[in-house]
């Protein structure tokens, strides 16, 4: 008699196939998912060719994948230690607000040189990135709030007190014109772009050295190896004398002054001035970091190879607006989130073949 | 064999009737294979013991004849007709049900309502007072009385596990798997449930039982199945061989190291810990310790026995700081100073180390190598850690305890369940400058490395002047290391003997009355 058996794993799949997998599979739901739903106008080959560009074309997509790398390892950081950070986006945006804020209220950083300046923003922007997940961190270790909801919802107040704090009146971050944003931040503060590209060195060499301080951390100190057997083992923290609320916090805290960094790297970067509503501005790189570190299945290394691939997915949205016939089919660049969307959705479903394993036996 | 009405296979159990017959079980684990080749034959009406030191692969064997595990090759047949038993209900649908060391009852829920999930599960909805009916059979029949209404938790360890096989017995069970089941019980109520089993026997029921206790296996089993690093050794009858061979056809060379005799005296000095009127309340509110007095002096084991569940998991926590004391005092006389009720911080930090019930829920992180579950203690390294100098020092404790392992940045969690608590022992045993507090440090650990480990404690004990609270189930391990014995009984102290003139008898009637 054949019998079909699920039985758990002992040996574990060679991590990368999950991801691979994950993409592949997602890709393919959303070609379905298009070709159908706009009534056969986005044809497969187009989704292909989006895709394919954005791959191909790095110097398009760098700015996009150096600020995912940089929030993909912050979040590395917190999900090793089992403390799953969904606030990212309140932390980057909160980052990028205490800079407008300083810049336009105080001379603190307008009046240094431009190295120093910016150093300084950068400074600022991990502190209140810090700051924002502390808030949340000593919430989950001394009070034991769940942190998925509660990061979650902190997004939604760094939003709104954001769209707020911008648009009050006789401010002097306010938009001279009255438009529903902040003034641009001085040039001795903004990045210069390479030519012919969307990045600038400062962004580079920012997210290279977090990449490596952040593997640092984790790999060769006291206080990562604490945040890393807390997502192991919680009571042999105890046991050995750590405070359990305290490594929660911390790893929060890290997490998100890690991705404030990468908030001030938006800004000065990327777009010299905040637009409301603040929630719609980006596609979310707080939670399309989520997706970068999930597919580098928590290994650092992998972290830079997501963050490319998910970047590339994101530009793959506009790629295919620009797609002769697909504007008629009413294509916007939010089907980007179709492709991230269904790309998470398949990794949540494949992740149980890396733990299960189907067996037919005769 | 006596004809029986109630004959569980065949109307006429004969012991030559193959009942289970495993047939070239090949099972692998990353880094190792835990069972190659092996082909056993269990018979109707016999109690069959399968002895094995630490990775022999005794439980892996028993675990995919329940459904945990599933073979990679090889083949399991069930009165003569070939089975996949790929889950455990599977198991019990077949009539095979297994007991093992630690209860796995719902301490929130009565009695009652344990044994309704169960029934439930397997689709026999019974009426409450049917089952009921029947528990009360099978209690007096195994000589226990329980009360069905009582919740979980209030039952001691003994009662918990006697449930579990009134459990298994209720579920029509044919074949009762008994893992390290009975290890723990007092000699009293192992041998009510012997003759429970021979019943079981005469009935044409099967019972295998695992452990890595000689004595155990020959104070009842018919035949014994020895395994050695996945393989089968041997089986023999019971009545035609003795512990010497059996030995032999478990360690090999390395038999002639084991030895129940007692370890070398120390030598005790001043207080290293004292306490006193310690009271500590249980995780459901209620006292587990009642004003608990006790002294351990450097030099010295202070030896702690008692049935599980009676304050021990509540003390231990207590003086590393893990557990509130609601009245009472514990100090640590350290460095020329004394700490009171210390920080579980500051006693890492002095030099305490502490092996706890449960190993792997708080004792160690699975996920990482014992250079990492070294490097996570204080006093092993500053901010920054240096791994080339842990990586040495795990290297030593791999070396020092013959931890089976590929290197010290292995996960612990491919390791067997032998090493890993070896992995725990070092360390803590490289810790501990001042004191040790050991719960069952020697737990699931075989008979050659428990006399190493044991030897390594009163060594340490000897030679460093530590002094050690040893808390143990195990008698054979108190009175092998230690030099006072104290027994504790519903959460207080009542016998405390000098471990030389201590009479077992007389220890064992404390534990029980």
């Known amino acids: ?105 105080t001379p603190i950083i307008v009046s240094q040189t431009p190295l120093v300046s910016k150093l300084v923003a950068l400074a600022t922007g991990f502190v209140a990135g810090f700051a924002w997940g502390l808030l949340a961190g000593i919430l989950r270790g001394y009070v034991g709030v769940d942190e998925v909801p509660l990061t979650l919802m902190m997004n939604y107040v760094a939003y709104y007190l954001i769209d707020w704090l911008v648009m009050l009146p006789g401010r002097p971050w306010r938009d001279i014109y009255g438009y529903a944003k902040t003034r641009s931040l001085p040039q001795t503060l903004q990045y210069s772009i390479i030519p012919g590209t969307t ?68 800004l000065c970067g990327v777009t010299p001035s905040i637009r409301i509503p603040v929630e719609t501005t980006t596609s979310g790189f707080g939670y399309l970091g989520i997706l970068v570190t999930w597919l580098s299945m928590l290994e650092l290394f992998a972290v830079p190879i997501a963050a490319y691939v998910v970047s590339s997915l994101y530009n793959a949205g506009f790629t295919l607006m620009a797609i002769k016939g697909t504007q008629q089919a009413g294509v916007t660049a939010g089907v980007t989130n179709v492709f991230m969307g269904s790309v998470l959705l398949m990794y949540a479903l494949l992740i149980t073949i890396s733990e299960y394993e189907i067996r037919i036996v005769w | 064999m006596e004809k029986s009405s109630q004959a569980i296979f065949s109307s006429n159990p004969s012991p030559k009737t193959p009942i289970i017959r495993v047939e070239n079980i090949v099972k692998r684990f990353p880094g190792a294979v835990a069972l190659e080749d092996v082909s056993v034959e269990f018979y109707e009406g016999t109690i069959h013991a399968i002895l094995g030191e630490n990775g022999s692969g005794k439980s892996t064997l028993v675990k995919i004849m329940t459904g945990i595990y599933t073979p990679d090759q090889g083949a399991i047949f069930y009165k003569g007709r070939k089975v996949t038993i790929e889950n455990p209900i599977k198991a019990l649908s077949l009539g095979i049900s297994m007991v093992s060391q630690s209860p796995v009852l719902i301490d929130r829920l009565t009695v009652a309502e344990n044994l309704m999930l169960g029934l439930k599960q397997l689709g026999i909805f019974a009426s409450p007072k049917s089952v009921l009916k029947l528990f009360e059979e099978i209690m007096e029949k195994i000589g226990i009385r329980v009360d069905p209404e009582e919740d979980v938790w209030k039952l001691t360890y003994t009662q918990k596990q006697l449930v579990e096989i009134a459990r298994a017995l209720m579920l029509g069970s044919k074949v009762i798997i008994l893992d390290e089941a009975l290890t723990y019980l007092p000699l009293e109520e192992r041998r009510k449930f012997y003759r429970y089993l021979i019943e079981f026997k005469s009935k044409g029921g099967l019972t295998i039982l695992i452990t890595h206790k000689i004595p155990e296996a020959f104070e009842v089993s018919d035949k014994i199945t020895v395994l050695r690093r996945g393989k089968h050794v041997g089986t023999v009858k019971t009545s035609e061989t003795n512990v010497d061979t059996i030995r032999e056809m478990m360690f090999a060379e390395r038999a002639k190291e084991i030895t129940l005799e007692r370890l070398m005296d120390g030598v005790p000095g001043e207080t290293v810990l004292e306490i006193r009127d310690l009271w500590v309340k249980n995780d459901f509110g209620t006292y587990a310790l009642r004003g608990i007095s006790l002294d351990v002096k450097r030099g010295e084991v202070l030896g702690l026995a008692g049935i599980v569940g009676n304050g021990q998991v509540e003390l231990a926590q207590a003086l590393m700081g893990l557990r509130n004391v609601e009245r009472g005092s514990i100090i640590v006389y350290a460095n020329g100073r004394s700490y009171v009720k210390p920080a579980t911080k500051t006693l890492r930090e002095i030099g305490v180390g502490y092996i706890p019930d449960q190993p792997l829920s708080h004792g160690v992180s699975i996920d990482y190598g014992l250079r990492e579950n070294i490097a996570v203690m204080p006093g092993y390294t500053g901010p920054v850690i240096n791994w080339g100098r842990l990586t040495k020092l795990a290297r030593e404790f791999i070396e020092d305890l013959m931890i089976v392992t590929p290197s010290a940045k292995t996960p612990l969690k491919y390791l067997s369940g032998g090493n890993l608590m070896k992995s725990l022992v070092a360390r803590e045993l490289d810790l501990a400058k001042s004191a040790l507090v050991a719960y069952n440090p020697t737990r699931g650990l075989d008979e050659v490395t428990s006399i190493k480990v044991r030897r390594i404690i009163k060594e340490k004990v000897v030679n460093n002047k530590i002094g050690v609270l040893l808390i143990s189930e195990d008698l054979d391990e108190i009175f092998q290391v230690s030099d006072r014995i104290a027994v504790i009984n519903e959460g207080k102290i009542v016998g405390l003997f000098d471990a030389k003139s201590a009479r077992r008898e007389e220890v064992e009637k404390l534990m029980v009355m």
């Open chain 1, 199 to 266: 990045v600038s060195v400062e962004m580079i060499l920012v997210t290279i050295v977090i990449g490596f301080l952040i593997w640092l951390i984790l790999d060769f100190t006291r206080l990562g190896l604490t945040i890393k057997i807390h997502g192991s083992n919680v009571n042999l923290l105890r046991s050995a004398g750590y405070s359990v609320p305290l490594t929660a916090a911390l790893a929060l805290a890290l997490s998100g002054g890690f991705i404030g960094i990468a908030g001030i790297l938006y």
């Open chain 1, 1 to 105: 008699m054949v019998s079909i058996v699920v039985v758990r794993r002992v040996k574990p799949v060679p991590y990368f196939i999950v991801p691979i997998l994950a993409l592949l599979i997602g890709i393919g739901v959303s070609i379905v998912i298009l070709f159908f739903l706009t009534g056969y106008m986005v044809q497969p080959m187009d989704v292909l060719v989006s895709i394919w560009t954005g791959l191909t074309q790095p110097n398009v997509i760098a700015n996009i994948f150096l600020i995912l790398t940089i929030v993909g390892f912050s979040l590395a950081m917190s999900f090793k230690g089992g403390l799953y950070n969904i606030g990212g986006e309140g932390q980057f945006w909160m980052a990028a607000w205490m800079i407008v804020w300083l810049v336009f209220t």
